[in-house]
């Protein structure tokens, strides 16, 4: 690929790129070095693979990414979770994110996880952060972490150092950009202000759109009707479907649909739609503005689109489940992780 090609890629399906002169310039030069952060929380479920396909994105464009597995982040998020429950959970995040990757059709080899507690608890990474403590108020702090931390009547401390650790993980991983959704960008612009001011320079910033969960409203590792697990049996996967939440003729909180443009055309150059011949038979979409279209026009039945839909998840799904299935440490991880 060229540069232009690169950057086509990487930014193709986001919905805002912030420093994008900065990202064309620099892909003129190198490769992009990027990371995204993970709080190693709940399980992992396929409103995931939305922004794993961005990073299976980013491998094809020859970009160096780094997954921070996000141990410290995730214990400071109302302290859901046990020291002892993180590492295992880490494990999991770290086994399921490579097996979901190469699911998608990208090569690994430039995929580097680091854990948040391997830097996070040094003495400079410290310095730097008592240093943007000083210089930024409880109402920045705040501000910054308002669509990703729980807001609360009486926040903890640690919802409010939040936003600095983020701001802080650009210059320790050596990174050139940040990735992740459009509910991080007060975050990010918190790292353009103030890492500035304590003598680093400013990172490109990508941002995904948020997209809507099976139920219609935010996808959610809590709320079961949301999202489908990457483990979920093919029939589960069906069944889930089956009842999402898919108003005829409707795009706006459609989750299936918002999967289909963001998953499966990125993936594949087709999508086929089975169906009897007495219901007109098999309808085949080379983009998503077509299939969109069609659905709108309500030539495009939803329960005709959520089985397609279904289909192609567990084609996504099979080889995960199959790694998932021989890998008896991995079950036992996991059940001690989350039960």
Request: hydrophobic share 40%.
């Amino acid at each position: 690929m060229n540069s232009e090609e690169k950057f086509d890629l990487i930014t193709r399906n986001l919905q805002e790129v912030v420093g994008n002169d900065e990202l064309k310039t620099l892909l003129d030069e190198r490769d992009l070095k990027v990371y995204i952060g993970m709080a190693t929380t709940g399980r992992i479920h396929t409103g995931y693979l939305i922004p794993l396909t961005k990073i299976s994105d980013f491998l094809k464009a020859g970009c160096k990414v780094t997954i921070l597995l996000a141990d410290i982040h995730a214990f400071l998020d109302n302290m859901k979770s046990t020291w002892e429950q993180l590492e295992l959970r880490t494990q999991y995040y770290e086994f399921i994110i490579k097996e979901a990757l190469k699911s998608l059709g990208a090569s690994v080899e430039k995929l580097n996880f680091v854990r948040g507690s391997s830097f996070q608890l040094e003495k400079d990474y410290t310095l730097d952060m008592y240093k943007i403590a000083a210089l930024s108020s409880t109402r920045d702090c705040t501000r910054a972490g308002a669509e990703v931390v729980k807001q609360v009547e009486s926040p903890k401390l640690s919802g409010l150092i939040y936003p600095i650790l983020q701001s802080l993980d650009e210059q320790y991983l050596d990174v050139d950009a940040q990735f992740g959704g459009v509910d991080q960008r007060k975050i990010f612009m918190f790292a353009r202000e103030f890492l500035p001011q304590i003598g680093y320079k400013k990172r490109i910033h990508l941002m995904n759109p948020m997209l809507p969960g099976l139920s219609g409203g935010k996808m959610s590792s809590s709320e079961a009707a949301s999202k489908i697990d990457l483990f979920d049996s093919a029939e589960d996967v069906k069944k889930k479907l089956n009842k999402a939440f898919c108003e005829e003729g409707k795009v706006e909180d459609n989750g299936v649909l918002a999967f289909a443009r963001s998953v499966v055309f990125p993936n594949k150059s087709t999508l086929l739609i089975e169906r009897p011949e007495k219901f007109g038979g098999n309808l085949e979409f080379s983009t998503y503005d077509e299939l969109e279209k069609a659905f709108v026009a309500k030539d495009l039945h939803p329960m005709d689109l959520k089985q397609a839909i279904a289909k192609e998840i567990n084609v996504i799904l099979d080889p995960i489940r199959a790694a998932y299935d021989k890998n008896k440490a991995m079950k036992e991880i996991v059940k001690n992780a989350y039960d």
